[in-house]
């Protein structure tokens, strides 16, 4: 009995002490990770300073928006929660719409406000989709817990 005591409290110590050791690699990698996201947005950011007008203001869009979107999707395969998966599905819309914003400048008149009107309505839907889809998310795991 008592050798099976002792192998039992071994194995808890080392699953105890081994927590702590995957914690600090997820931390690691977690950090790794955000430092990719902010070399890459650097790039990115390098890759439109020879560009010139409106060129040079979509391609910042898109590169502060792959940003914001890789932040957002960093902070989702951390913790999948409802919150988190709205966050990625805004900053996809937002980025989307930003950008096509900055395309719209390349035209002129009705044509433009047609264009903006659209952006803005294709974004405005992005996110109204992605909030229900995180109330009905939201609202199966009230149920659960009532």
Do not use: W
């Not at 050791?21 to 947005?41: N, S, T």
């Not at 819309?93 to 044509?111: F, I, S, T």
């Amino acid at each position: 009995m008592k050798v099976i005591n002792s192998i039992m409290l071994a194995a808890g110590l080392s699953l105890a002490c081994a927590g702590p050791v995957f914690a600090a690699q997820d931390k690691d990698q977690h950090k790794a990770e955000k430092q990719k996201i902010e070399a890459d947005y650097k790039a990115a950011k390098d890759k439109c300073k020879d560009m010139k007008g409106n060129a040079k203001d979509i391609c910042m869009a898109e590169a502060k928006g792959q940003e914001k979107l890789a932040k957002a999707e960093l902070a989702l395969k951390e913790k999948d929660t409802p919150k988190n998966r709205y966050d990625v599905a805004a900053a996809k819309a937002d980025m989307d719409y930003n950008v096509a914003k900055e395309k719209c400048d390349d035209m002129k008149g009705k044509e433009k406000n047609q264009c903006e009107k659209d952006a803005k309505a294709a974004r405005d839907s992005a996110k109204k989709q992605a909030k229900s889809e995180r109330e009905s998310s939201e609202g199966k795991k009230s149920n659960k817990k009532a």
